[in-house]
Structure formats: C-alpha cells, structure tokens
C-alpha cells in the first residue's frame, strides 16, 4: 500500500501504513515508525479518528488524522480549523441539482446548480463566520471540475 502522506510543521513526512479490518465495518489503521517497529495504531468510532495505540505528539497525531481522513473518508471535502478546532466539510450530493454542505456534520449551506442559465447559485444560512464565500466558491469549483460528483443522471 502506498505510504500514508503526513504535513506537519512546514514538512511532509511518509509512514507505512497497513488497514486491519475488524469486521462490522470496524477498521485500524496501522503505522509504523520509521524505526520498523514502532507502531500507532489509529481507529474511526462513531465519526471520530483517535489514536488507540501508540504516544504521538498533539501536533504530529492531529496531522495524522487529518491525512487519515484525507486518504480513507471519502464523504469528506475540506479540512481546516477555526479557532484552533479541526472542521471536517461534507458536500452531499442531493436530487435536482443541489448539494448541502455540512461541517462536523451540522447544515451550514445549500448550492444549487441551474440548468439553463448554467451558473451555480448559493445560500449560506451559517452565521457563524466558520464557512466564508470563498470556500462556497471552492467547493463550486470541486462541483464544476468533478471533484465532488454530480446526482447521477441530473448533469
């Protein structure tokens, strides 16, 4: 399996990594060290990576997570943090040509896609300040590119 890719600190780091399936749906994502025999041993519960096994840094174990979701949980778009906590986007993908977008898994927006003039349409509802234009934008723009997919047979 390809090398798990790590950014921490200004530096990309690589670590072996094997997936254990646990059954149920259940999975543990294995590192090993750069040693050979170190291992970190990482598990999605209920939503939530945690590190089972194994001490890591806060800061390299955060990066590990954040590469973990990445690479395995496919429903998620974005990562970044605000006011020091990590925020996972979710764009799905609904009949008519519309997407929600969810962030660690609470509705903050809907695009919408209309078909003869072509252009995308938004309603931010979030009021927060966590979601800004800008990622609308990005995410319209994974929308257009393909990156985030298109409700089968609406395109």
Not at 11 to 27: E, F, H, L, P
Not at 70 to 83: E, G, M, S, V
Not at 109 to 129: P, Q, V
Request: net charge positive; charged share 30%.
């Amino acid at each position: 399996m390809k090398p798990l890719e790590i950014h921490c600190r200004n530096r990309v780091m690589y670590a072996k990594i094997s997936v254990r399936d646990r059954g149920s749906g259940r999975r543990d994502y294995v590192l090993t060290g750069k040693d050979g025999v170190s291992l970190y041993v990482f598990t999605k519960e209920k939503g939530h990576w945690k590190c089972t096994l194994g001490y890591l840094d806060e800061g390299i174990k955060e990066a590990v997570i954040n590469a973990l979701v990445i690479r395995f949980d496919k429903t998620i778009c974005d990562i970044f943090y605000y006011k020091g906590e990590r925020k996972l986007v979710e764009v799905r993908e609904k009949q008519g040509n519309l997407w929600h977008i969810y962030v660690n898994l609470s509705y903050v927006a809907t695009i919408s896609y209309d078909k003869f003039t072509k252009r995308f349409e938004y309603n931010l509802e979030d009021e927060s300040g966590i979601v800004t234009d800008d990622h609308i934008r990005k995410y319209i723009g994974k929308i257009g590119t393909g990156e985030i997919s298109w409700y089968k047979g609406e395109r």
